[in-house]
């Protein structure tokens, strides 16, 4: 990365920390952030790779990337390829050329896509791994220390803007949950009281209801608070 870049970079950063904090969909942070890198480390790929907890398989979320061959959905075992050697080790490893390199796997993708040299970090959470994201270049390039702190501060964003959308899709699941055990309570209050059920038996109508009619429990629970306030309104 070439001296007049550095204000390039720290206008990505401040790019990529607007986005954490906005209303962007995870994916379209990620999108950003791969761009933006790209750019400005004048690299032809930028690619995100996530660790799938699950699996503990690493597959890629983002690239800015528009060949066909390098979108094919592919993954890769920790301690696999080059990639999966940074997941594995949590250490960045730069690469002058992957096609002398016996480390890196996908050689015919590279012969194909003009990839020649590549830098590859890992994005972590304190010491917990999210993914690693990686940059390519055309032509032999030897990645300065700039290079590997600049990618180093891209993968701590997006590790971070990951982090915080998992944060959020849990809140609002334990607000979804909350929220219908609540209506749900209250539904069955008025079916003991008004049909005369026990409570097991207020639950399992409202149950077989929505089996029936394909709908959350929580709509039909609503349509009979709703029911009985508009009754009880008159």
Not at 104 to 121: D, R
Request: charge should be positive; proline fraction near 1%; include cysteine.
């Amino acid at each position: 990365m070439s001296k007049s870049s550095y204000k390039t970079y720290i206008n990505a950063l401040n790019k990529i920390s607007s986005a954490i904090t906005s209303d962007l969909y995870l994916g379209d942070v990620l999108k950003l952030i791969v761009t933006l890198t790209a750019n400005v480390m004048e690299a032809k790929i930028c690619a995100l790779w996530l660790l799938d907890e699950g699996s503990q398989l690493l597959k890629i979320r983002a690239t800015q990337a528009m060949s066909e061959e390098y979108l094919k959905e592919r993954s890769l075992k920790v301690g696999e390829g080059v990639v999966g050697k940074v997941a594995k080790e949590k250490k960045p490893i730069a690469i002058l050329d992957v096609l002398k390199d016996k480390r890196y796997k996908e050689k015919k993708l590279a012969k194909s896509e003009k990839l020649v040299s590549m830098l590859s970090v890992p994005m972590m959470i304190k010491k917990k791994l999210i993914g690693v994201i990686n940059c390519y270049t055309t032509k032999l390039y030897k990645f300065t220390q700039s290079d590997k702190a600049l990618l180093a501060a891209v993968a701590n964003q997006a590790a971070v803007a990951i982090k915080n959308t998992e944060l959020m899709v849990k809140t609002k699941i334990i607000q979804e949950e909350l929220e219908t055990r609540k209506v749900v309570e209250r539904a069955k209050g008025i079916l003991m009281k008004e049909q005369k059920l026990t409570e097991e038996d207020a639950y399992n109508l409202i149950r077989r209801s929505s089996m029936d009619k394909r709908v959350p429990m929580k709509e039909i629970a609503q349509a009979i608070v709703l029911a009985y306030d508009i009754r009880n309104s008159k």
